[in-house]
């Protein structure tokens, strides 16, 4: 067992026994990690899948190391706008990801369960509000959340604000892209915004973020060359880094710094040689800490995950002069808002550009809308000859997931999309 192992183990024991002492221990975690990636990054890695973990490392470390920069969120929320204040966006989502890495979700699941939540209900969530409701983790001053994929937002955020006094805004998500829904949709943006100076005592700068838009723009349009540029290269990265990269995605769009690095990342995987091996598509959440997953997708150049839908969830170009119209058009025609059905439809548009060898759609425990729609997106594939394989587990709970049995249908998954190229 190593320094970092002993570390993790003392935190968990010490948190697990004396809640409310476990948090300091917890950041001092998360900073000595941001050493790590910054002096230490890891060797196996491309360099721009190393600089993307140390940008992840420090985006939630320095913000959780000042309570007053960051706000809750879920990963759908306009971090954009939020940017507009000064502030960060830490996710509920990305934040029980990172107390995982200490390997407490178990605890704070158990915890949440024994305040009266479903089993049922989905394991990020739980594994946040334990976290808040046994003390360890602080509460933020606002939290903004959406109506988006998700329909346990509402319920947590509400509980959070009742338990916790944490104010927070719903934005609810029309299914439709025409203009009624679109200026509904920017009405609540701009009361968002009125809600949050007057929380928050800060002051809402418009120009911030019509240039955050520009920047945002600019920075989709090089991570489309992103992935064209996956298809032809390897590009050693491992099943965290596509987190990581959906993390930049919804928590740093718009930001100068994620731009500057995913344009390092277009010239870092041009030194990087052709790429050979199988292509996959990944669809929904990546349970990035499961063994079998981890052996057949960390830096192997046989198979490379080349995109995943939640990363690029949308793909238009936003109009800078008129923010709100335009960030209420992000959120209506994400591939996650809607029926699946247009969901299937989008990814399999996608499937045409990125052109995959194969898709993996993993049904998180506690994702209705996963589990309810995989087959549609199935019976898409199938129409376009892509072989697709459906994974049940679970993104944070390690108890839901059973390696034996995701073993054996992904490897006879990968030996069949081998045979039938042969």
């Known amino acids: 067992m190593n320094i970092a192992d002993k570390y993790i183990q003392y935190v968990k024991e010490k948190t697990e026994a004396e809640p409310e002492k476990g948090w300091d221990k917890i950041l001092l975690g998360f900073k000595a990690n941001c050493l790590r990636t910054r002096y230490l990054p890891r060797k196996n890695l491309s360099k721009g899948y190393q600089k993307l973990e140390d940008m992840m490392m420090h985006l939630v470390a320095d913000s959780l190391s000042h309570n007053k920069s960051y706000i809750w969120g879920n990963i759908f929320a306009p971090c954009e706008l939020i940017h507009s204040f000064g502030l960060n966006t830490l996710s509920i989502e990305c934040l029980s990801c990172y107390v995982a890495g200490f390997h407490l979700e178990d605890f704070f699941i158990d915890f949440a369960q024994s305040l009266g939540f479903a089993p049922t209900l989905c394991s990020y969530h739980k594994t946040f509000i334990g976290a808040v409701e046994s003390g360890v983790v602080p509460p933020a001053s606002y939290a903004v959340t959406t109506s988006l994929s998700c329909d346990g937002n509402l319920n947590t955020f509400r509980y959070l604000k009742k338990k916790n006094s944490v104010p927070f805004t719903l934005l609810d998500i029309p299914y439709t892209d025409d203009d009624a829904s679109v200026a509904y949709l920017a009405s609540q943006l701009e009361n968002l915004v009125q809600d949050m100076e007057d929380h928050l005592g800060r002051k809402f700068n418009i120009e911030t973020l019509k240039e955050s838009l520009r920047i945002e723009n600019e920075t989709r349009k090089e991570l489309l060359k992103f992935y064209e540029l996956s298809k032809k290269h390897y590009y050693p990265g491992e099943l965290i880094s596509h987190l990581y990269l959906m993390m930049g995605t919804h928590l740093l769009m718009g930001t100068q710094k994620f731009l500057d690095l995913i344009r390092f990342m277009n010239q870092d995987i041009r030194t990087y040689p052709e790429f050979k091996g199988k292509r996959i598509l990944w669809v929904h959440l990546i349970p990035y800490y499961q063994e079998s ?130």
Request: charged share 30%; glycine share 6%; proline share 3%.
């Open 293 to 422: 997953l981890k052996h057949y997708f960390n830096t192997n150049e046989k198979y490379q995950l080349i995109a995943s839908d939640i990363i690029i969830d949308f793909t238009d170009t936003l109009d800078p002069e008129d923010p709100f119209h335009s960030l209420a058009r992000k959120l209506i025609k994400n591939v996650f808002n809607g029926s699946y059905d247009h969901k299937a439809e989008t990814i399999g548009k996608m499937a045409d550009w990125i052109k995959p060898d194969a898709v993996i759609h993993f049904c998180h425990w506690g994702c209705k809308q996963a589990s309810g729609g995989s087959l549609l997106l199935k019976e898409t594939m199938k129409s376009r000859n892509i072989p697709m394989l459906i994974l049940d587990g679970d993104g944070v709970d390690q108890r839901n997931s059973h390696d034996g049995q995701i073993k054996t249908r992904l490897e006879a998954f990968l030996e069949m999309i081998e045979e039938t190229k042969k």
